[in-house]
Nanobody, 123 residues
Framework: VQLQASGGGLVQTGGSLRPSCVASGRTFGGHAVAWFRRAPGKEREFVAGIRPAGVNTAYADSVKGRFTISRDSAKNTVYLQMNSLKPEDTAVYYC?????????????????WGQGTLVTVSS
């Protein structure tokens, strides 16, 4: 599975973005998919994830109520709707895919990664 993340950009505090993660090579319908982020000088951290069936989701406490992860199986795409953005959300956002049936929260449990898309939130 090859993943391509896009849709980052520069927004002001309170703004919105919707990065997307498109799979190619094969469908990732049987994979859990998650978004992670890495801010400057920090470790990569879990942001949000969705199970293969697309029903169950999980979020980091820091983004609950502001971010929503969803998947469009017909388009082989997973989205991350980010609202009420804050400067601390500034990071490179990566999407990962895992064959796990649950939603892993550790990056080491994901075998496939996209190249990352930069999100910058100005104050």
């Amino acid at each position: 599975v090859q993943l391509q993340a896009s849709g980052g950009g520069l927004v002001q505090t309170g703004g919105s973005l919707r990065p997307s993660c498109v799979a190619s090579g094969r469908t990732f319908g049987g994979h859990a998919v998650a978004w992670f982020r890495r801010a400057p000088g920090k470790e990569r951290e879990f942001v949000a994830g969705i199970r293969p069936a697309g029903v169950n989701t999980a979020y980091a406490d820091s983004v609950k109520g502001r971010f929503t992860i969803s998947r469009d199986s017909a388009k082989n795409t997973v989205y991350l709707q980010m609202n009420s953005l804050k400067p601390e959300d500034t990071a490179v956002y990566y999407c990962g895919a895992s064959l796990a049936l649950w939603i892993p929260m550790r990056a080491t449990q994901y075998g496939y990664w996209g190249q990352g898309t930069l999100v910058t939130v100005s104050s």
